[in-house]
């Protein structure tokens, strides 16, 4: 099974942005939704954003406000725009079919929020 690939991650300072993209599989677009996530270290993978194939989209709590989410059904990409980040937004960030990740996970993309 093809992996999506993500990219775009780094590191910058608390009150920074960072654009992450997906570069997924074509038959990934065939579910209705799509999510980033994020894993820190000794804790679970959390779903924090995910988009319908109609545009519409939700995040967790934690990043509402400051994360978009966006696709592009024509060229196979999910992207992630991250504003005003924090220290707590600190983790390794991936991209899959959401809320269920069917999809073998990527590498993922590191992101450091940090002074």
């Known amino acids: 099974q093809v992996q999506p690939v993500e990219s775009g991650g780094g590191l910058v300072q608390p009150g920074g942005s960072l654009r992450l993209s997906c570069a997924a599989p074509?038959?990934?677009?065939?579910?209705?939704?799509l999510g980033w996530y994020r894993q820190v270290p000794g804790k679970q993978r959390e779903l924090v954003a995910q988009?319908?194939?109609?545009?519409?989209?939700n995040y967790a709590g934690s990043v509402k406000g400051r994360f978009t989410i966006a696709r592009d059904n024509a060229k196979n990409t999910v992207n992630l725009q991250m504003d005003t980040l924090r220290p707590e937004d600190t983790a390794v960030y991936y991209c899959?079919?959401?809320?269920?990740?069917?999809?073998?996970w990527g590498q993922g993309t590191q992101v450091t929020v940090s002074s």
């Open positions: 899959n079919t959401a809320p269920l990740a069917f999809y073998t």
């Open positions: 988009i319908t194939n109609t545009g519409a989209a």
């Open positions: 074509g038959s990934m677009f065939n579910f209705d939704a």
